[in-house]
C-alpha cells in the first residue's frame, strides 16, 4: 500500500535533462493546460526548435528561459490514478547547491539524473552527498539521453553499476536504489515503456515513482509543537497555541512540557482548521489548549512530558554553507530552530567534508560556498535540540546574516558525517 502524495525531488549535473523530464512527467501525464501548451509551442518556434522544448513548462523566470538553465527550485504538482505529486524541480550548476538542498529538504524520494554519454559526473557524486546527508528515504537514478549513445545497454550497465556502488558507499540500502534507462527527449521509459530497450525489463519511471514506499524520515522522539501563535480571545477567556505538529501525535489528556522554560500541563483541546479533533499527526496543524494559564509565546516547543529533548547552549552540527563569504572559526551568526531564532557563535570548524572521495578534511581554515562541514556552535539561549536522525524536523536550522538577513547554512543536530564516510 503506498502513501497518496510524495514528494520527489530532481538533481543532477547541468544540461543533464531534469527540466525535460519534468516537463515530459507532466505533459504525458496531461497535467498541463492547453494555454501552457501553445506558450511552450510559441517559444521553442522563436527558438527555431524542431520540436517543442518541454522545459520551458518547468523553466518558469525569464531569465532561465533566455539562458536554458534552471536557476530556482520550480514545484510542480501532478497525480496519477495511483498518486499525486509534488516535484521540486531544482538546478544542476554549482553555484545554486542551495537550491537543491531546499528542495531535498522534505523530499520523500529523490530522482538524479546522467546524461548517458557523460556518466556520473562531479556534481552527480555531490547531489548524491547532499541525499545522503539530508536523509532522503531513497533515490532513483535516470541514465537520460540514451537516444544519444543508440540506446546502448552497455554503456547504461556501466553507468549504474558505479552510481549504485557510490550510492551505497554513502550508506544507502541496495533495496532504496533504483536505476532506469530513458530519454526525457522522446519519452522513452518516463511514462510509457520502450521498444528500443528490450534488455531492459523494470518499470518506467513513473511506474516505479507510483508504487515506491519511502522510509519514514526521523521523527520517533515524541510529540513536537513549535508555537508560532499564540491565539487569544479577551471575551471568552480563549487562549490556545498554535503550530504545527513536527512529530509524533497529541490528544486531549496528554501531558505536556514546555520548553525552555520547563513548566508541565495538560492538553485539554486539540483544534485544527477544521474544528476540534481527538488526536492530530505529524504535519497537521494544530491549535492546543492547555489545562494551565502559563507564559508561553512564539518560539516555544510544546513536548511529550514523558519524552523532553535536551536543552543545549552548546552543539556539534553538520552545515552545508551557501554563502559566497567563505564561515571561517569565530563567526557570529544567527541560528533559526523551529520558531525561535537567537545569537549564535561558531567558535570552530571541525572538519570539511569531500564529497568525492568520501573522506573528512580535519580541521579546515574555513568553509567555502557548498562545503559540508562540521562545526561547533555556541547559541545564546538555551535550545531543545533533538538530533536530526532522530527528528528532521526539530534536527535542523539556518544560520542567518544578522546584518543582511540571507540564509548562510543549511545545518543539522549531530554528526551526520560520519555515517556517510564510514567513521562512524
Same mark, same amino acid.
Given at each position: ?69 534552471? #536557476? ?64 532522503? !528515504? ?38 532504496? #536504489?533504483?536505476?532506469? %534507462? ?27 515513482? $507510483? ?37 509524533? $501525535? ?9 520548553? %525552555? ?48 529533548? *535536551? ?12 554563502? *559566497?563569504?567563505?564561515?571561517? %572559526? ?16 561558531? !567558535? ?15 580541521? !579546515? ?18 535550545? !531543545? ?14 544560520? #542567518? ?24
Amino acid at each position: 500500500m503506498t502513501s497518496d502524495l510524495l514528494r520527489l525531488v530532481t538533481a543532477g549535473s547541468v544540461d543533464d535533462g531534469k527540466s525535460t523530464l519534468v516537463g515530459r512527467l507532466l505533459y504525458d501525464t496531461k497535467s498541463v493546460l492547453s494555454d501552457q501548451i501553445d506558450a511552450v509551442l510559441r517559444s521553442s518556434e522563436e527558438r527555431g526548435l524542431d520540436n517543442p522544448d518541454l522545459s520551458l513548462l518547468v523553466d518558469g523566470l525569464r531569465a532561465e528561459r533566455e539562458q536554458g538553465i534552471t #536557476i530556482d527550485v520550480a514545484y510542480r504538482y501532478f497525480a496519477t490514478a495511483r498518486r499525486t505529486f509534488v516535484l521540486a524541480d531544482t538546478p544542476g550548476h554549482v553555484h545554486y547547491l542551495r537550491n537543491t538542498v531546499t528542495g531535498a529538504s522534505t523530499a520523500d524520494h529523490a530522482v538524479l539524473l546522467t546524461d548517458a554519454r557523460k556518466g556520473v559526473l562531479e556534481q552527480t557524486r555531490r547531489h548524491l552527498a547532499v541525499m545522503a546527508m539530508l536523509g532522503v !528515504p531513497g533515490i532513483t537514478l535516470a541514465v537520460n539521453k540514451l537516444d544519444l549513445v543508440d540506446f546502448s545497454q552497455e554503456t547504461y550497465e556501466s553507468i549504474r553499476a558505479e552510481f549504485v556502488a557510490h550510492a551505497e558507499s554513502l550508506g544507502f540500502r541496495a533495496d532504496q #536504489i533504483t536505476t532506469v %534507462p530513458i530519454s526525457a527527449l522522446a519519452g522513452d521509459n518516463v511514462v510509457t515503456r520502450s521498444d528500443r530497450t528490450p534488455w531492459y525489463d523494470g518499470p518506467t519511471l513513473l511506474e516505479h515513482l $507510483e508504487t515506491v514506499t519511502p522510509d519514514e524520515r526521523g521523527c520517533d522522539v515524541g510529540l513536537r509543537v513549535p508555537v508560532q501563535y499564540v491565539l487569544r480571545d479577551g471575551a471568552t477567556d480563549y487562549r490556545a497555541y498554535a503550530g504545527q505538529v513536527a512529530a509524533g $501525535e497529541v490528544r486531549p489528556g496528554d501531558e505536556v512540557v514546555v520548553l %525552555p522554560a520547563g513548566t508541565r500541563s495538560t492538553v485539554t483541546a486539540v483544534g485544527t482548521p477544521d474544528g476540534p479533533v481527538d488526536e492530530a499527526t505529524t504535519g497537521q496543524p494544530v491549535a492546543l489548549t492547555l489545562a494551565d494559564d502559563l507564559p508561553i509565546s512564539r518560539g516555544d516547543l510544546i513536548a511529550a512530558a514523558d519524552r523532553v529533548p *535536551e536543552l543545549a547552549t552548546e552543539v556539534t552540527a553538520t552545515v552545508c554553507w551557501l554563502a *559566497e563569504e567563505p564561515l571561517r %572559526p569565530g563567526a557570529r551568526v544567527l541560528l533559526k530552530h523551529g520558531t525561535r531564532t537567537t545569537k549564535c557563535r561558531v !567558535p570552530s570548524v571541525s572538519a570539511k567534508f569531500d564529497e568525492q572521495r568520501l573522506r573528512l578534511e580535519q580541521s !579546515p581554515e574555513c568553509l567555502e560556498l557548498n562545503d559540508i562541514g562540521q562545526v561547533r556552535l555556541e547559541v545564546a539561549d538555551a535550545l !531543545p535540540f533533538d538530533t536530526y536522525t532522530d527528528c528532521v524536523a526539530t534536527g535542523a536550522f539556518l544560520l #542567518i546574516d544578522p546584518d543582511g538577513g540571507d540564509t548562510l547554512a543549511a545545518g543539522q543536530v549531530g554528526d551526520t558525517l560520519s555515517a556517510v564516510t564510514g567513521d562512524a
